[in-house]
């Protein structure tokens, strides 16, 4: 099962920042968040990942709250090209099996 | 270039045969992984290597089957015994594949099952 909890979809208008948020209540200690996003029929991106502190990379920003029960993923200004199902992921067990919910889908509008 | 290249994209099969997913990785990674998708569904793990030579089942293993001679392929077969084939596949690699371990995954492009 799933150790995220996402909202199943968003809407954001091009050139707005587009905000994600993600819950993960049960997290560990030793746990990384992970965000992914898949554009239709292709195989999952890499956004960025976080254990306690804030990222920030060339794609987007991820803030994970104090206690770690949740985390947001900010694409600072969203395009057309940004309209995907993005996965927020937190690692698991021996093999670092991603388990992936259902993800959020965004739509970027005009 | 690096990274992550699988193939074909598409691929149709009749029923009751067995087909071979290449998966092929310059990156230099050990770990490399299998994971199937199915529509409006997340990835699901078939099979996972953290070295050569060395390969574990995953949540879905049944009816596929794995090799991991070189640390740059892994490829999976779909087997006759697979009931419900017709899915996305996609493979992924990891420098490390330590679990605890800050150890990002990276995906090929997938390919695409189809069984007639």
């Known amino acids: 099962d799933a150790k995220t909890t996402q909202p199943p979809s968003m809407d954001c208008a091009e050139g707005r920042a587009a905000n994600l948020p993600c819950n993960h209540s049960t997290i560990s200690g030793n746990e990384y968040v992970y965000w992914y996003r898949q554009i239709h029929s292709q195989g999952p991106q890499y956004i960025i990942h976080g254990l306690k502190n804030n990222e920030t990379n060339e794609m987007a920003s991820l803030i994970i709250t104090e206690d770690r029960k949740s985390s947001t993923l900010i694409l600072p200004h969203a395009t057309l090209r940004d309209t995907a199902v993005y996965y927020c992921?937190?690692?698991?067990?021996?093999?670092?099996?991603?388990?992936f919910g259902q993800g959020t889908t965004l739509q970027v509008k005009p | 270039d690096g990274g992550i290249t699988q193939s074909p994209k598409y691929l149709f099969r009749k029923e009751g045969q067995n087909v071979t997913l290449s998966c092929e990785q310059n990156?230099?990674?050990?770990?490399m992984y299998w994971y199937r998708q199915d529509p409006g569904q997340g990835l699901r793990l078939i099979y996972y290597s953290q070295i050569v030579n060395d390969f574990q089942k995953g949540d879905i293993a049944e009816g596929y089957s794995v090799s991991r001679e070189k640390k740059e392929s892994f490829p999976l077969t779909v087997t006759s015994a697979q009931k419900n084939p017709t899915a996305f596949y996609l493979c992924a690699s990891s420098p490390l594949g330590l679990a605890g371990e800050e150890d990002t995954q990276y995906f090929g492009p997938g390919t695409r099952l189809t069984v007639l």
């Open positions: 992921i937190v690692r698991v067990d021996y093999t670092g099996k991603l388990i």
């Open positions: 990156l230099n990674h050990d770990a």
